[in-house]
């Protein structure tokens, strides 16, 4: 992907989250299509905390040398910071803002830059470039999955 494209790609994330769920009733929002799955609602908070952790990294990636980028287990964030009880539009407008502030420090990020790396303690070395398209992919999954919920509630409506 080119850079352009992919800061482009990494930008629009918040306008694919919100075109998704745009219309939806409180309902749908918190509708649990099994009791082991997440609702919209604790998608877009877990989106939120996702960019977060992944700003994190990539501004750890940018200042230091091959830092340590460490994994989080993002069920035990769901279920032990209660993410049903959360405010989903103050994490919605987290999101918006995370990525805007992120995308205003992109456009001063150079071909070098981009290949710089991090050491996940999981998936291993890193670039930017790659943690760049791993978030975008990130947010387009779970669009996916926003989609199959809406599905879901609607087929047992």
């Given at each position: 992907?080119?850079?352009?494209?992919?800061?482009?790609?990494?930008?629009?994330?918040?306008?694919l989250?919100?075109?998704a769920?745009?219309?939806l009733?409180?309902e749908e929002?918190?509708?649990?299509?099994?009791?082991?799955?997440w609702?919209?609602?604790?998608?877009?908070?877990h989106l939120?905390?996702?960019?977060i952790?992944?700003?994190?990294?990539?501004?750890?990636?940018?200042a230091?040398?091959?830092?340590l980028?460490t994994?989080?287990d993002?069920d035990?964030?769901?279920?032990?910071?209660?993410?049903?009880?959360?405010?989903?539009?103050?994490?919605?407008?987290?999101?918006?803002l995370?990525?805007?502030?992120f995308?205003?420090?992109?456009?001063?990020?150079?071909?070098?830059?981009?290949?710089r790396?991090?050491?996940?303690?999981?998936?291993g070395?890193?670039?930017?470039?790659?943690l760049?398209?791993?978030?975008?992919k990130?947010v387009?999954?779970?669009?996916?999955q926003?989609e199959?919920?809406?599905?879901?509630y609607?087929?047992?409506?």
């Amino acid at each position: 992907m080119e850079t352009e494209q992919l800061f482009n790609s990494y930008a629009n994330g918040y306008n694919l989250v919100s075109q998704a769920i745009s219309g939806l009733s409180e309902e749908e929002i918190s509708y649990k299509p099994a009791p082991d799955s997440w609702s919209i609602h604790e998608i877009i908070i877990h989106l939120a905390d996702s960019d977060i952790v992944g700003i994190h990294r990539m501004k750890k990636v940018l200042a230091e040398t091959d830092p340590l980028l460490t994994a989080y287990d993002q069920d035990l964030w769901a279920n032990n910071t209660h993410y049903a009880r959360l405010d989903y539009k103050q994490h919605l407008a987290l999101f918006k803002l995370l990525r805007e502030s992120f995308v205003s420090l992109l456009g001063h990020v150079t071909e070098n830059d981009l290949l710089r790396t991090g050491i996940h303690s999981e998936a291993g070395k890193l670039t930017l470039k790659q943690l760049l398209e791993n978030y975008i992919k990130h947010v387009s999954t779970h669009v996916q999955q926003i989609e199959r919920v809406k599905q879901a509630y609607s087929s047992n409506m």
